[in-house]
């Protein structure tokens, strides 16, 4: 498992269209992707299990707790995202509840 920090990626300058204030960070190129929103409830608890290919769990509120292969909890809030491989064990917690992204397909880094 990868913990990505959003705000530490490369990123570049919207300009175009009259944007300002906002910026772009590429993390890669998923094909046959599948995109899910996830809300866990207080105390919710997504058991462990393989990942079908690349997953990357981006939190957009709230906080959980995500382990990958080692089984070490670590935890991650928004603004941050866990990038697990194909086949890779893991499972999600969140004491408080949180919501995120599921973003699953083979990733290509950029």
Same mark, same amino acid.
């Given at each position: +498992?990868?913990? &990505? ?8 300058? %919207? ?7 906002? *910026?772009?960070?590429? &993390? ?13 409830? *207080?105390?919710?608890? &997504?058991? *462990? ?10 939190? %957009?509120?709230?906080?959980?707790? %995500?382990?990958?292969?080692? #089984? ?9 995202? #866990? ?9 999600? *917690?969140?004491?408080?509840? +949180? ?12």
């Amino acid at each position: +498992m990868e913990i &990505i920090a959003l705000e530490a990626l490369p990123s570049h300058d %919207v300009n175009t269209f009259g944007s300002n204030g906002s *910026r772009v960070a590429g &993390i890669g190129a998923v094909t046959d992707a599948h995109v899910a929103a996830l809300s866990l409830e *207080r105390g919710g608890v &997504i058991a *462990r299990h393989p990942a079908v290919g690349h997953q990357l769990f981006v939190v %957009v509120s709230g906080t959980a707790e %995500v382990s990958g292969a080692d #089984a070490a909890p670590v935890t991650i809030t928004a603004g941050q995202a #866990a990038l697990w491989e194909p086949d890779e064990s893991h499972d999600t *917690r969140s004491v408080q509840g +949180m919501t995120a992204f599921v973003i699953e397909g083979t990733l290509e880094r950029t």
